[in-house]
């Protein structure tokens, strides 16, 4: 029998559930690092200090363009993310006070440290946007010189600075310069080089340390790559031996046993999740269960994961508006559902939809039915998402550099 949905209904039934599930995961969360307090990880995860700030742990979530939004950060640092930094904000001054950029600045609610990441050439209007944005709430600055997008990489922003290093050093000297007085710490984002003819990861490493940042992030392939091929890490390791900061390895960090994996073989202070965190927040507890205890976490039950999704979709709706939000939201049901039986078809479904409630309540009942199938998520679902559409990706960047719509 098909049962009915309530909006109303649904909310109060949701504000006791995520109550009762908050507590859930804050007890469990305490469980595991205290376990991992014996792990042979812990002595350089445990407590990584940036600036004033001590991180609640060293799993990482990416900046993504059109993803890591405030809601989706929210929900991966509950799910046991102890650090998040936004989507890139552009150092155009005219697009400060747009809408796409003011909800991309949009940290209300929101756990600290707050971490803006901001992108541009030009070493003065980087140091003014990074001002801009501590005096919107940022409490670390991150420099996006890791983007492989050609929107990004044809204005000479991302990682086409690695090409260009006296600039790159330049932007990292004004911005680290810029928060000095407002006792913000800097970070930076790269790649392990241009092409792999020309991998100056470790030769840019020693000049932002001698500049002043204090973090550095690097994906383990090149902006030539872009996210095909492997990720390596031994450029990773090397970075890691040629500066004293902490070093954040990036890059096919797809499941527990990847991420195991990209510590040992970088050697790295904290690891970062991107895309494999796309509707399956619940990755960063998976990751830190498994380095606790060397063994794999059940998967999420069913009724939880309807209540995360439907928790998301409610804070999406909320940010972005109903009219923006159903549409926005699209992608992030059509990742929770990836590989799911009828997933597909809810996708195709749910895409035709322009009414959140509608959409809502098709998500709500697709789950009440997969519950009456199985128990639990699938074990051994795909724990990474496919290749970022191009098409969608190069559409986000445009919003991000030019205000396109």
């Known amino acids: 029998m098909r049962?009915?949905?309530?909006?109303?209904a649904a909310a109060q039934k949701m504000s006791s559930y995520n109550t009762l599930l908050s507590r859930f995961d804050c007890v469990y969360l305490q469980l595991v690092w205290q376990v991992f307090s014996f792990s042979p990880f812990f002595n350089r995860m445990s407590s990584l200090q940036l600036g004033p700030y001590t991180l609640a742990n060293a799993l990482f979530v990416a900046p993504m363009a059109g993803v890591t939004d405030r809601p989706f950060r929210q929900l991966c640092k509950r799910l046991g993310a102890g650090y998040a930094v936004s989507e890139m904000v552009t150092?155009?001054?005219?697009?400060?006070?747009?809408?796409?950029?003011?909800?991309?600045?949009?940290?209300a609610g929101e756990p600290g440290p707050i971490?803006?990441?901001?992108?541009?050439?030009?070493?003065?209007?980087?140091?003014?946007?990074?001002?801009?944005?501590?005096?919107?709430?940022?409490?670390?600055?991150?420099?996006?010189m890791g983007c492989p997008a050609k929107k990004v990489c044809n204005k000479w922003a991302g990682s086409a600075l690695m090409q260009n290093e006296a600039l790159a050093e330049e932007i990292a000297a004004a911005v680290v310069a810029a928060c000095a007085p407002h006792g913000v710490p800097v970070t930076l984002k790269i790649r392990t080089g241009w092409c792999d003819a020309h991998k100056n990861a470790v030769t840019l490493a020693r000049r932002f340390e001698a500049v002043g940042v204090q973090m550095l992030t690097i994906h383990g392939r090149t902006r030539e790559q872009g996210y095909k091929g492997q990720a390596e890490y031994a450029t990773v390791a090397a970075v890691k031996?040629?500066?004293?900061?902490?070093?954040?390895?990036?890059?096919?960090?797809?499941?527990?046993?990847?991420?195991?994996?990209?510590?040992?073989a970088s050697g790295a202070d904290a690891l970062m999740v991107g895309r494999a965190a796309q509707g399956r927040p619940w990755i960063f507890r998976e990751i830190a269960h498994y380095l606790a205890t060397g063994q794999h976490l059940a998967p999420p039950l069913v009724e939880e994961v309807r209540g995360l999704l439907l928790e998301h979709l409610d804070d999406h709706y909320r940010l972005y508006g109903s009219a923006t939000g159903v549409r926005s939201a699209r992608k992030h049901i059509g990742w929770y559902v990836r590989d799911l039986p009828g997933g597909d078809a809810l996708r195709r479904h749910t895409n035709t939809l322009d009414d959140c409630a509608a959409q809502t309540q098709a998500v709500n009942d697709y789950f009440l039915r997969l519950g009456q199938q199985m128990e639990r998520l699938p074990q051994g679902r795909p724990a990474t998402a496919p290749g970022a559409n191009p098409l969608t990706l190069e559409k986000t960047l445009q919003a991000v550099f030019e205000g396109a719509a």
């Open 3 to 8: 049962m009915s949905f309530s909006p109303q």
């Open 91 to 107: 150092s155009r001054k005219d697009l400060w006070e747009s809408l796409k950029t003011s909800r991309r600045a949009d940290h």
């Open 115 to 144: 971490a803006v990441q901001i992108a541009g050439t030009d070493a003065a209007m980087m140091a003014e946007a990074a001002v801009f944005n501590i005096q919107r709430g940022a409490q670390i600055i991150d420099i996006n």
């Open 241 to 264: 031996q040629a500066v004293r900061i902490p070093v954040v390895v990036n890059g096919d960090i797809t499941s527990p046993q990847t991420a195991q994996a990209a510590l040992q």
